[in-house]
């Protein structure tokens, strides 16, 4: 399984930005996905993430509202929309995806996840 993250770039505070990550090697539907991002300074967090069959396993409270995960089944493709942007979400994002259903509790522990992208940044600055 391979994924391959895309779409980041510069972008103003209060912009919008939408990633993509292909997923080759495996169908979506056998997959939980999940965003993660690593800020300078920090260590990676989770962002969001979606089931199996498509429904969302959530969002931390830092994008909550202002991100929406979906994806495409035909594409093999995940996306996260990234609205209201500010400087504290300038990172690193990384997707990844687990062979495992995960649940709630489970989606933001990175060690569930079996197969990574190698990350997009975004930069948020004006």
């Known amino acids: 399984v391979q994924l391959q993250a895309s779409g980041g770039g510069l972008v103003q505070p209060g912009g919008s930005l939408r990633l993509s990550c292909e997923v080759s090697?495996?169908?979506?539907?056998?997959?939980?996905m999940g965003w993660f991002r690593r800020a300078p300074g920090k260590e990676r967090e989770f962002v969001a993430a979606?089931?199996?069959?498509?429904?969302?396993?959530g969002y931390s409270e830092s994008v909550k509202y202002r991100f929406t995960c979906s994806r495409d089944s035909a594409k093999n493709t995940m996306f996260l929309q990234m609205n209201s942007l500010k400087p504290e979400d300038t990172a690193v994002h990384y997707c990844?995806?687990?062979?495992?259903?995960?649940?709630?509790?489970?989606?933001?522990?990175?060690?569930?996840?079996?197969?990574w992208g190698q990350g997009t940044l975004v930069t948020v600055s004006s």
């Open positions: 990844a995806a687990s062979a495992r259903s995960l649940i709630t509790s489970e989606r933001a522990n990175q060690v569930q996840y079996d197969y």
């Open positions: 979606v089931r199996r069959n498509g429904q969302s396993l």
């Open positions: 090697g495996r169908a979506l539907s056998s997959l939980t």
